[in-house]
């Protein structure tokens, strides 16, 4: 098998250059088509069933359930390069100096009795052993970074691994001995399983570097709690929030039309 000049087994090949695990309506198209599978072929023109399919089955699911005699060259041509998947970074040189710290929620479910997992989030958990090699790069993101006066107050808002980013600025706000205050808003489904980084957060609280925290735990009660709920409760403080993430939007799109830069400290 040869791969960006290089000639793998085709083992290899598929382990580090294609992806196995995210299907697509194309992928799913261009298999039926050249296997004449029974099963796929009638999905075929019809791209409202084809997303259908290609969300709930991964590629190694569709061979599996629509099995066909292909040589290696026929496999390859219908998978796509292998796209990274990218982390925040979780740590600040400040503080771990060398180290690149990530925070991996790792994707485990199943499909009629079968284990599967996230291609890349299962293999930083389960197949790299320490000291083994990851391939990285970093992406720069100019437009996400602490503020240049230290003294500027900062809003954090990071559900689930989104955590990441502020527990680096955290680090890095604690190295500058920054005066600004800083408030977090975190969630998760629970406060006993998934309170990430829980012992930092209290530690920068009672330090008084982490100026206010609020928590929401999906889970832990009969009315579930989101990150975007508590966002609501708090808007006439901190109305300052023009950036948060898409997922947030409808919860603080009122608050920043409502409050945006009235103060500048929140109450």
């Not at 085709?10 to 196995?20: C, D, K, N, P, R």
């Not at 771990?96 to 299962?122: K, L, N």
């Not at 008084?208 to 579930?224: E, H, N, P, V, Y």
Request: aromatic share 10%.
């Amino acid at each position: 098998m040869t791969v960006e000049g290089k000639t793998l087994p085709l083992s290899e090949a598929l382990q580090w250059h294609f992806e196995l695990t995210v299907n697509t309506a194309t992928i799913v198209e261009n298999y039926a088509t050249l296997t004449r599978s029974e099963s796929l072929l009638p999905l075929v023109g019809d791209k409202a069933q084809l997303q259908q399919y290609a969300a709930a089955t991964p590629i190694v699911d569709m061979v599996r359930f629509s099995p066909a005699q292909l040589d290696a060259e026929a496999l390859i041509g219908l998978l796509r390069p292998l796209t990274p998947r990218l982390y925040s970074i979780a740590s600040s040189q400040a503080e771990v100096e060398s180290e690149v710290h990530v925070t991996v929620g790792v994707v485990r479910y199943e499909i009629e009795g079968r284990a599967r997992a996230g291609g890349a989030s299962s293999f930083l958990a389960d197949r790299v052993e320490e000291d083994g090699e990851v391939r990285v790069f970093i992406e720069h993101n100019d437009n996400f970074r602490l503020p240049a006066n230290p003294e500027t107050p900062v809003i954090m808002i990071g559900p689930g691994t989104g955590i990441a980013p502020f527990r680096a600025f955290m680090q890095q706000r604690a190295a500058d001995g920054a005066q600004g205050k800083n408030w977090l808003f975190f969630g998760n489904p629970h406060f006993t399983e998934d309170f990430l980084y829980q012992v930092e957060w209290q530690s920068y609280v009672k330090e008084g570097l982490l100026t206010r925290i609020d928590l929401a735990w999906s889970r832990d009660q009969q009315q579930k709690i989101y990150v975007q709920d508590k966002l609501r409760e708090q808007g006439a403080s901190c109305g300052a929030g023009s950036m948060t993430a898409p997922t947030f939007m409808s919860a603080a799109t009122p608050i920043v039309w409502r409050r945006t830069w009235k103060t500048p400290y929140w109450k």
